[in-house]
């Protein structure tokens, strides 16, 4: 499975990106958005369904981003609004076999990143 993340810049503060991440192939029901910036672990941002579209937020990101996807085009859509300084991250996105795991060790296959860059 490979996954390839893209949308990431440079916003300013309040400002919105949408990454997206396409997957060669749907052999795993859950995917994720993760995040890690400069000195810090990596982090769970989001994660969805393929199937049903149930989704997961971690609390930092409710209320300004969503999480969305598009079966027929195996990708998987990050909107972010009124961004902030502190959402300043490498996001990654990943796919995993366990349905709104905010875990990345129960990930498998993880995208190469996209670098999310937000000014004060």
């Known amino acids: 499975v490979q996954l390839q993340a893209s949308g990431g810049g440079l916003v300013q503060a309040g400002g919105s990106l949408r990454l997206s991440c396409v997957v060669s192939e749907r052999l795993f029901s859950n995917m994720g958005w993760f995040r890690q910036a400069p000195g810090k672990e990596r982090e769970f941002v989001a994660s969805i369904t393929w199937s049903g579209g149930s989704t997961v937020y971690a609390d930092s990101v409710k209320g300004r981003f969503t999480i969305s996807k598009d079966n027929a085009k195996n990708t998987m859509y990050l909107q972010m609004n009124s961004l902030k300084p502190e959402d300043t991250a490498v996001y990654y996105c990943?796919?995993?076999?366990?349905?709104?795991?905010?875990?990345?060790?129960?990930?498998?296959?993880w995208g190469q990143g996209t670098l999310v860059t937000v000014s004060s």
């Open positions: 990943a796919a995993g076999r366990i349905d709104g795991s905010p875990y990345y060790r129960e990930y498998a296959y």
